[in-house]
């Protein structure tokens, strides 16, 4: 009997700790057939209640997003467009600063596939993705969908084998078409008949939200390039042109609106162009390449040295030419050319303007490049309009100037700043370190102060006229923008500053995470010189091992326990633990002093070496240094949530029960001193 009741109770034991293993995401996938080549692969996430995972394009900085990755594509099948995902929420995040995409209950995505191989049988897809609560879970499926009968004729088009990154759309196609049941990995092996699965559609008051946000955005860039020397000039020359050589008031009105919306036909067609050369779904992929942005860095300093009066960037003359004979035509066609005229002599001013609001509206993606030129070019055509239903309002206008330079001058500090924002969002991507916050800051604060000091007169640049003087609506931007630069300051020192954030480099990517005022993440040089081998600086000062053997080898060499702190880059709650938690005086003496900390990143990237790459016991293949320390987890713990904590001794022999996420200070501290307290026994 008592056997009996060992074996009930090892039972017993044994579901318990099977119950940790994290599952809070099951997956259902099915094939629908589109035609003769082409299927639809169908990717349906249930996601458990109070959890949530995150859309392919929530930002960087924030948590991590779900990747696609499509095996053996080459010689097998092409893609068709990007992988549509159903709705996300748009929450702001409090501990990376940064506005987070993700799905709650339910997600849904959708990838079109072109068969290019008659006698492709199936295909495998990888996908990775991190799901939250009160802890993380970083996971991967392998998902193998079966293919239906195709009549696909032998074909020499190859594709590379590669991740592809999706775009966000405004809906996903649910027309029930010819389907094929595929087996699902993580959920039942039952076999149905595969139907497409309906999704909720689109809400469209976030997507509507960002539109009208470029739409203003570039309004206010158009009414700037109004006030420029290029542009504001003409306003007088143009209106007195249709209103002195029409034959009637109403044929110089009807003129200038067709003047007017020839302008606009103008720009709104350069955004159609853009949108057409890169695909509506391709923006936001775009936006978020490496090159992308960093081309987009040259070009805008560029942009700000011709504003700041380096040298002038024009057109060929000979295509001024062209244009100017076409506008001597007369009529619509004619007036149409006059209006092209305008784009083209006035692009030195308006170039850099449109530039960057093309680069800003494509990170929208979608239609963002056509709303953002329809809001720019309604701003510079409106003025014309009303001057020429209204003739006496330009007795108000002020007289050209030296004002006008000044305007130009101010975009051109502007440009330079949002420059090293497309900068920021290439290092962001590479993790290479170069324009953490604080160095972020420090450039903006030395753009904005230059700029301030511009505007009280204390620096002349190149076309700048002398001035004995300044106007009141000088001195007033001049104090603003000084405001403006004082506020920036304190960030250097860990304020969040919450005006600008997701638009500066978060707090957890920074040299000093918790602020460099922070009296108890302030390391001493001698600190760092005294490190030992393969440690690090790690949160709040703290001596860490981001290496399990290498920092168990240490413990055993000073002989202290070892605290084993499974975590992640993009684990909010971790990030709240060494925050809330950790800096606590007592629980950081102990953690510098008493234990050997030993972080272990599951959502690290970087890959392993080719030799150490390995297939885990449940068949997974490990490549990556994040993959090896989660399999690690898996194997040893039966869990897979951070943030997670454990004690051992110098053998890696656990001598405390492990904890998850504790935000109460007193609690986590109790079991810090009961796990140092067994080893000393």
């Given at each position: 009997m008592k056997r009996f009741y060992a074996l009930l109770l090892l039972f017993f034991t044994f579901l318990s700790s099977q119950a940790q293993l994290l599952n809070p995401v099951s997956w259902k996938t099915s094939v629908e057939k589109k035609s003769d080549t082409e299927v639809v692969l169908v990717f349906d996430a249930n996601i458990e209640h109070e959890w949530h995972m995150f859309s392919q394009f929530t930002p960087d900085g924030g948590s991590l997003p779900t990747v696609f990755n499509f095996k053996n594509a080459k010689g097998n099948f092409e893609l068709v467009g990007k992988t549509k995902e159903s709705p996300y929420k748009k929450v702001y995040s409090k501990d990376f600063e940064v506005d987070e995409y993700m799905f709650e209950g339910k997600a849904q995505f959708k990838q079109t596939v072109k068969i290019t191989n008659p006698n492709l049988?199936?295909?495998?897809?990888?996908?990775?993705?991190?799901?939250?609560?009160?802890?993380?879970?970083?996971?991967?499926?392998?998902?193998?969908?079966?293919?239906?009968?195709?009549?696909?004729?032998?074909?020499?088009?190859?594709?590379?084998?590669?991740?592809?990154?999706?775009?966000?759309?405004?809906?996903?196609?649910?027309?029930?078409?010819?389907t094929n049941t595929v087996a699902d990995t993580t959920a039942t092996s039952e076999v149905k008949e595969a139907t497409s699965t309906s999704v909720e559609p689109v809400s469209e008051k976030e997507e509507k939200k960002s539109l009208w946000g470029i739409f203003i955005l570039a309004f206010l860039g158009g009414f700037a390039a109004?006030?420029?020397?290029?542009?504001?000039?003409?306003?007088?020359?143009?209106?007195?042109?249709?209103?002195?050589?029409?034959?009637?008031?109403?044929?110089?009105?009807?003129?200038?609106?067709?003047?007017?919306?020839?302008?606009?036909?103008?720009?709104?067609?350069?955004?159609?162009?853009?949108?057409?050369?890169?695909?509506?779904?391709?923006?936001?992929?775009?936006?978020?390449?490496?090159?992308?942005?960093?081309?987009?860095?040259?070009?805008?300093?560029?942009?700000?040295a011709s504003f700041l009066g380096a040298f002038e960037?024009?057109?060929?003359?000979?295509?001024?030419?062209?244009?100017?004979?076409?506008a001597d035509r007369g009529g619509v066609v004619g007036i149409f050319f006059m209006a092209l005229a305008l784009a083209v002599v006035s692009f030195?001013?308006?170039?850099?303007?449109?530039?960057?609001?093309?680069g800003e509206s494509a990170r929208q993606g979608g239609i963002g490049p056509i709303v953002g030129m329809l809001g720019f070019s309604s701003a510079i055509a409106l003025p014309f309009m009303l001057f020429a239903m209204f003739p006496g309002w330009m007795n108000s206008l002020p007289k050209s100037g030296g004002w006008l330079n000044t305007v130009k001058v101010s975009l051109g500090f502007l440009e330079l700043a949002f420059?090293?924002?497309?900068?920021?969002?290439a290092d962001l991507v590479l993790q290479t370190h170069l324009l953490e916050r604080e160095v972020f800051l420090a450039i903006w604060i030395a753009v904005f102060g230059a700029w301030a000091l511009y505007l009280f007169g204390k620096l002349i640049l190149p076309h700048d006229s002398p001035i004995t003087h300044i106007s009141v609506?000088?001195?007033?931007?001049?104090?603003?923008?000084?405001?403006?630069?004082?506020?920036?300051?304190?960030?250097?020192?860990?304020?969040?500053?919450?005006?600008?954030?997701?638009?500066?480099?978060?707090?957890?990517?920074?040299?000093?995470?918790?602020?460099?005022?922070?009296?108890?993440?302030a390391v001493s040089t001698s600190t760092?010189?005294?490190?030992?081998?393969?440690?690090?600086?790690?949160?709040?000062?703290?001596?860490?091992?981001?290496?399990?053997?290498?920092?168990?080898?240490?413990?055993?060499?000073?002989?202290?326990?070892?605290?084993?702190?499974?975590t992640g880059h993009a684990c909010a709650n971790c990030r709240k633990m060494e925050e809330n938690v950790w800096s606590d005086a007592e629980i950081l003496k102990i953690l510098k002093n008493d234990i050997v900390l030993i972080s272990l990143y599951g959502d690290d990237q970087r890959e392993l070496p080719k030799a150490e790459q390995y297939?885990?016991?449940?068949?997974?293949?490990?490549?990556?240094?994040?993959?090896?320390?989660?399999?690690?987890?898996?194997?040893?713990?039966?869990?897979?949530?951070?943030?997670?904590?454990?004690?051992?001794?110098?053998d890696g022999k656990d001598i405390s029960k492990p904890v998850g996420y504790t935000p109460d200070v007193a609690e986590y501290k109790s079991w810090l001193k009961n796990g140092i307290a067994n080893f000393k026994k």
């Open positions: 049988k199936s295909i495998s897809v990888y996908v990775e993705y991190q799901v939250c609560k009160e802890s993380c879970v970083q996971d991967d499926k392998t998902f193998e969908f079966k293919l239906p009968p195709m009549n696909v004729k032998p074909t020499t088009t190859t594709t590379d084998a590669k991740t592809d990154v999706a775009t966000p759309v405004t809906s996903l196609d649910t027309a029930t078409t010819e109004l006030l420029t020397p290029c542009v504001f000039p003409m306003i007088p020359m143009t209106v007195s042109f249709f209103t002195k050589q029409s034959k009637t008031k109403a044929a110089g009105i009807r003129n200038a609106f067709i003047y007017g919306i020839s302008i606009i036909v103008i720009y709104v067609g350069l955004g159609m162009i853009i949108s057409a050369i890169f695909g509506i779904d391709s923006l936001n992929a775009l936006s978020t390449n490496v090159w992308f942005n960093i081309i987009f860095f040259i070009i805008l300093i560029v942009f700000a960037i024009v057109l060929p003359n000979s295509f001024l030419n062209k244009i100017d004979r076409q030195s001013c308006t170039g850099p303007i449109v530039g960057s609001l093309l420059a090293f924002k497309f900068l920021s969002n609506g000088r001195l007033f931007v001049a104090l603003f923008v000084t405001t403006f630069t004082i506020y920036l300051i304190p960030g250097l020192w860990g304020a969040p500053l919450k005006i600008l954030s997701g638009f500066t480099p978060p707090m957890t990517y920074s040299e000093s995470p918790y602020g460099v005022g922070y009296q108890n993440n760092v010189s005294a490190l030992p081998e393969n440690a690090h600086i790690g949160p709040l000062g703290i001596t860490a091992f981001h290496d399990y053997e290498q920092g168990l080898a240490y413990a055993k060499k000073v002989n202290k326990p070892v605290l084993l702190d499974f297939v885990s016991k449940s068949g997974s293949e490990v490549t990556t240094i994040g993959k090896k320390w989660r399999e690690f987890q898996i194997e040893r713990y039966n869990i897979n949530a951070q943030p997670y904590y454990v004690i051992l001794d110098v």
